[in-house]
């Protein structure tokens, strides 16, 4: 007798998590296998810094009580400059989050195996029609979703994901006390979330302060190991040495200590998604990916995923004539395309030149900054040509060349 159900997600991340709760609200019969244990979860996966804006909040309908600090302003530095913009923001106490996800998830009726390894897919015919986990046991669904981010055992295994490993980013971070978030010569960050594009200490990425409170803040490096790294970086140091540099060198963590236990750590990758379904599945989440690849911003772009599959294992599972074809699935593909991440091609341009350039040209990007309408940044942050186009010099030319002499090299 099968172990079976409508859905079968792996992974209790915001985006496996928020999925679950959608299809379980909308009364399909859904589980949800999480490798970590229920009595210390999420501790092992609190892996990302929490950043979001209300927007989301609203959308998903999350409580103001997983919030840490409400911000109301973004800044970008770079090593000499910075800018500020009015928006509001949240830092999410991340575990409590993903706490809130799933426990509103199980009152819906989804149901939750904590301590549940996957392992790969169990097929048929070659079709996936369940997941085995822990080695030995089985579950079986009219869809499988894979929500386990860049381990990605499923979509691996049925050739759905092409993660690679010159697009993953790596990042760390620390949630400090005792910061001077008003430190003469650079921006407030009283109520903010702070960029910095700077090589010295995040070659080829970025590193960020996130206010959560009085003298407390999510500071943490992120970057990834491609040709701008090996430009600017030193091989020698590592993520966790870049880190450590940044508080050694800043003036504004002069009395910072770390806060016991705070500590995180995460990856994703930074690249056309490729595929996103097959018979009977779907990737949501880091499974492919999703991030925002200029700012690194992936809870909203989750969630939306998370979203777009619920509607499509409505769409295939509702009809007298159940179909959860590679065809019917690929409605998943459009709503991913349209709705999560729209213009990904153009953005993911903006993306590698942006972390292709040097340090001085940093400075001059917030110089015209100040200096544009508002809307330039968020427009740009889209994908808009016209936008981009706006932030691009003459004497950019020797940059785009040797940016497409690379492109055409890999």
């Known amino acids: 007798m099968h172990d079976g159900y409508d859905v079968v997600i792996a992974g209790a991340g915001p985006a496996g998590a928020q999925c679950a709760r ?15 244990p229920e009595d210390g979860f999420p501790r092992q996966s609190n892996k990302s810094t929490g950043g979001t ?29 910075y800018f500020i913009q009015e928006q509001t923001g949240a830092v999410l106490e991340f575990a409590d989050f993903k706490q809130f996800l799933v426990e509103d998830g199980q009152e819906a009726g989804a149901e939750y195996r904590f ?3 996957v392992s790969g897919p169990v097929m048929e015919d070659g079709e996936i029609v369940g997941v085995e986990y822990n080695g030995t046991e089985t579950v079986y669904g009219d869809v499988v979703i894979d929500a386990t981010g860049p381990s990605a055992p499923l979509a691996k295994a049925l050739g759905v994901s092409d993660l690679q490993r010159d697009h993953q980013a790596i990042g760390i971070e620390y949630e400090l ?42 500071v943490g490096v ?47 990758h930074i690249q056309s998604p490729g595929e996103l379904s097959t018979d009977n599945f779907i990737a949501i989440g880091d499974t492919v990916p999703s991030i925002d690849p200029l700012w690194g911003e992936g809870i909203h772009k989750g969630m939306r995923s998370a979203r777009a599959a619920a509607m499509t294992v409505d769409h295939c599972l509702t009809p007298e004539e159940q179909d959860t074809s590679a065809e019917n699935i690929s ?14 091609d153009a953005r993911l341009l903006m993306t590698e030149l942006m972390y292709f350039a040097p340090n001085e040209r940093y400075d001059t990007l917030l110089r015209d900054l100040a200096h544009l309408d508002p809307d330039t940044l968020a427009l740009a942050n889209s994908g808009d040509k016209r936008a981009i186009a706006k932030l691009l010099h003459l004497r950019d030319v020797p940059l785009l060349a040797s940016f497409v002499r690379n492109r055409l090299q890999d």
């Open 53 to 81: 804006f209300p927007s989301m909040l609203t959308a998903f309908g999350i409580p103001d009580d997983v919030v840490m600090q409400f911000t109301d302003t973004v800044v970008i530095e770079s090593p000499n400059e």
């Open 115 to 117: 301590d549940a390894r």
């Open 222 to 268: 992120c970057y990834i190991q491609n040709e701008s790294y090996q430009r600017y970086g030193d091989e020698r140091r590592t993520v966790d040495g870049y880190l450590q540099h940044w508080i050694d060198t800043d003036p504004r963590f002069a009395d910072a200590e770390p806060i016991e236990g705070k500590q995180h750590r995460g990856s994703a």
């Open 177 to 218: 006390e005792g910061l001077q978030l008003g430190h003469e010569g650079y921006a407030d960050l009283h109520d903010a979330m702070m960029l910095r594009l700077d090589h010295e200490y995040a070659p080829g990425g970025y590193s960020w302060i996130f206010h959560t409170g009085e003298n407390t803040a999510k």
């Open 331 to 344: 409605l998943y593909e459009e709503l991913w395309h349209r709705e999560v991440a729209p213009r990904m």
């Open 22 to 36: 959608d299809l379980a609200n909308r009364g399909f019969d859904v589980v949800v296998l999480e490798t970590e």
